[in-house]
């Protein structure tokens, strides 16, 4: 039986994220498969504020274990709660829904790749993590798609939804998106050959108001922010925009704007890896509305997901804490 909650501190909501795609494109989500954006527009004006923004930034190093690069801390994000029960994921498809506070939230496995073979197991809520990749024997050539997308989301897709975490709303109705994540990759970076994965939000809008619970693909825009990418795979589409600044956020990021399967996929992905950051997802936003080419006001935001794209190797991934708000 599957726990019925597991209890986090000062979190109203907690996001994950359905595969993002890479490279060629690729299909990404939950059962059955969804396909996953990734990509970013033409160069822009900013339109985000943060006047009261102090941002300082520490390094860490993928061979310690930590999150292979840069730790962010703005003040602009929101607390993540500890879990405090734990659980095994097991098989292609497997999910665990949690009751915190009374608002509800979704983790997992999500290896909707079928063209990729091997066995991949998160552990929830064991030794202070979120989740962690305890087997991982998939692969997928880096020129298409990942063996799937690990994570953990709030909003509604695939007839799975969560309750309490404010979604769907009308993106010229949000006022901030605080969201705090952090990951490990266990010492898997010091050997990039073996190891090929990205580090990643999934964000979903849809044209309509209600949100297209049911669906695996969304009508409107898929939105990625990469705190890592891997030599050898990419996101959906091409550059548009090179060492970017998003107002409100720290560091610069590359822009990459693509289509997945009719829908346009904007992807930020970070000039140098974070392993940890505290930030208003409504910067990215505001970002990608002014640039006119993916995401629009009228788009109704419906999904967030944070977690691992996994071309190879990857064991022992771990999210160490997550928390998403929509207000």
């Given at each position: 039986?599957?726990?019925?909650?597991?209890?986090?501190?000062?979190?109203?909501?907690?996001?994950?994220?359905?595969?993002?795609s890479a490279a060629i494109g690729c299909d990404s989500g939950s059962e059955p498969?969804?396909?996953?954006?990734?990509?970013?527009?033409?160069?822009?004006?900013?339109?985000?504020?943060?006047?009261?923004?102090?941002?300082?930034?520490?390094?860490?190093?993928?061979?310690?274990?930590?999150?292979?690069?840069?730790?962010?801390?703005?003040?602009?994000?929101?607390?993540?709660?500890?879990?405090?029960?734990?659980?095994?994921?097991?098989?292609?498809?497997?999910?665990?829904?949690?009751?915190i506070d009374g608002l509800e939230y979704f983790l997992q496995v999500n290896q909707?790749?079928?063209?990729?073979?091997?066995?991949?197991?998160?552990?929830?809520?064991?030794?202070?993590?979120?989740?962690?990749?305890?087997?991982?024997?998939?692969?997928?050539?880096?020129?298409?798609?990942?063996?799937?997308?690990?994570?953990?989301?709030?909003?509604?897709?695939?007839?799975?939804?969560?309750?309490?975490?404010?979604?769907?709303?009308?993106?010229?109705?949000?006022?901030?998106?605080?969201?705090?994540?952090?990951?490990?990759?266990?010492?898997?970076?010091?050997?990039?050959?073996?190891?090929?994965?990205?580090?990643?939000?999934?964000?979903?809008?849809?044209?309509?108001?209600?949100?297209?619970?049911?669906?695996?693909?969304?009508?409107?825009?898929?939105?990625?922010?990469?705190?890592?990418?891997?030599?050898?795979?990419?996101?959906?589409?091409?550059?548009?925009?090179?060492?970017?600044?998003?107002?409100?956020?720290?560091?610069?990021?590359?822009?990459?704007?693509?289509?997945?399967?009719?829908?346009?996929?904007?992807?930020?992905?970070?000039?140098?890896?974070?392993?940890?950051?505290?930030?208003?997802?409504?910067?990215?936003?505001?970002?990608?509305?002014?640039?006119?080419?993916?995401?629009?006001?009228?788009?109704?935001?419906?999904?967030?997901?944070?977690?691992?794209?996994?071309?190879?190797?990857?064991?022992?991934?771990?999210?160490?804490?997550?928390?998403?708000?929509?207000?």
């Amino acid at each position: 039986m599957l726990p019925n909650s597991i209890t986090m501190r000062d979190t109203r909501f907690l996001a994950s994220a359905l595969a993002l795609s890479a490279a060629i494109g690729c299909d990404s989500g939950s059962e059955p498969s969804s396909d996953g954006p990734t990509s970013s527009g033409t160069s822009g004006n900013t339109v985000n504020t943060a006047s009261t923004q102090s941002t300082s930034a520490t390094s860490t190093t993928g061979s310690s274990g930590n999150g292979a690069g840069l730790v962010y801390t703005t003040g602009m994000g929101c607390t993540p709660g500890s879990l405090t029960t734990n659980y095994t994921l097991h098989g292609r498809w497997e999910k665990l829904k949690v009751a915190i506070d009374g608002l509800e939230y979704f983790l997992q496995v999500n290896q909707w790749n079928e063209a990729s073979p091997g066995t991949q197991t998160m552990q929830v809520g064991t030794d202070g993590y979120v989740f962690k990749m305890t087997a991982q024997g998939a692969t997928a050539p880096t020129n298409g798609g990942p063996t799937g997308f690990p994570s953990i989301f709030i909003g509604a897709n695939s007839n799975n939804a969560t309750s309490g975490s404010n979604l769907p709303k009308q993106v010229s109705s949000l006022s901030a998106v605080p969201t705090t994540w952090a990951w490990k990759d266990a010492g898997t970076l010091a050997d990039r050959n073996a190891h090929s994965y990205n580090a990643a939000y999934d964000v979903w809008f849809s044209e309509g108001a209600d949100g297209e619970p049911s669906a695996s693909h969304p009508s409107g825009a898929f939105l990625m922010v990469w705190y890592h990418k891997p030599f050898d795979a990419q996101p959906v589409g091409s550059i548009a925009e090179s060492n970017v600044t998003v107002d409100g956020v720290p560091g610069q990021w590359n822009v990459w704007i693509g289509n997945n399967n009719g829908t346009p996929i904007v992807s930020y992905t970070a000039t140098q890896s974070i392993s940890s950051m505290d930030f208003d997802l409504m910067d990215f936003i505001r970002h990608a509305v002014a640039r006119g080419d993916t995401v629009q006001n009228s788009h109704y935001l419906t999904n967030i997901f944070a977690g691992f794209e996994i071309w190879r190797g990857g064991l022992n991934l771990e999210t160490t804490s997550f928390c998403a708000e929509v207000l």
